[in-house]
């Protein structure tokens, strides 16, 4: 997302707070003190922005440190309830037809066929979190950094469809996978009965993912024997195509060129 567009949905967020809150009244001491709306974001995007503890925003506020948790927490609630339905919501499919206008993008920008969006995942780093040994081994992972790990699934046109964040880690690929909501959706029958023959098999709308995902009917992921065979080469050579644009997002995300 740009900075402009990233304007216009705190704006449109600001707007809803409007709409839920009304005109708030705070307790500062035992006078009342009238806040406006924009007042209480403009105090959560400067949270944001410098980082700076409660109690530093508390004194130069003049609202208690609980008040001032509390809009931090309410503002960024909206926030990401409001950036979500935008922005991720939006461009996951519903209909068997918007199902398939998916999976010929995939096609006909990636070469891959029936796939109709690519998963994946990355570590953001993080402070050695307090807890004890257990706390710092759950949240120590396999490149030697303490960290929180996120997974993202996009579309052809690197548009998020869905999205997962805050598991430690530690935590294996497969088993944040299993305990998201996508999984249990899709287990539920949400993929579309829709499908690709090819021979005497249907291919359903599938998911393409690295070989750190579980393997199903509806997720695939490239081979991984020592020596391939060369229709297995071409799979995966195909298959790494379609998951650039997951490749491609991260490294953006990150900074990389």
């Not at 949905?9 to 006078?31: F, M, Y």
Request: charged residues 15%; glycine residues 8%; hydrophobic residues 40%.
């Amino acid at each position: 997302m740009t900075i402009l567009g990233f304007s216009l949905a705190v704006k449109d967020a600001i707007l809803q707070l409007k709409a839920a809150w009304g005109s708030l009244v705070l307790l500062s001491g035992q006078n009342p003190l009238q806040v406006r709306i924009c007042c209480l974001s403009g105090l959560q995007m400067y949270r944001l922005g410098r980082g700076d503890h409660l109690y530093t925003i508390s004194e130069m506020s003049g609202l208690g440190i609980s008040t001032v948790s509390s809009i931090c927490q309410e503002v960024c609630q909206v926030l990401v309830n409001h950036l979500w339905n935008e922005t991720v919501s939006t461009h996951m499919p519903q209909t068997g037809e918007e199902f398939k206008q998916k999976i010929l993008n995939i096609e006909e920008f990636w070469q891959f066929p029936c796939c109709w969006t690519a998963i994946d995942g990355c570590h953001i780093p993080m402070k050695c979190p307090s807890g004890g040994l257990q706390a710092c081994k759950e949240y120590h992972n396999f490149k030697n950094f303490y960290s929180i790990s996120k997974k993202l699934d996009l579309n052809s046109h690197y548009r998020f469809v869905w999205g997962s964040y805050g598991f430690p880690g530690n935590s294996y690929d497969a088993v944040i996978f299993r305990s998201t909501d996508l999984w249990t959706r899709i287990k539920e029958g949400f993929l579309p009965v829709i499908g690709k023959t090819v021979g005497n098999v249907t291919v359903p709308p599938l998911i393409v993912g690295d070989s750190a995902f579980p393997l199903h009917t509806w997720l695939t992921k490239p081979y991984t024997n020592a020596v391939l065979a060369p229709q297995q080469r071409n799979f995966n050579y195909h298959l790494s195509r379609a998951l650039m644009v997951t490749v491609r997002v991260l490294l953006g995300m990150h900074g990389s060129p």
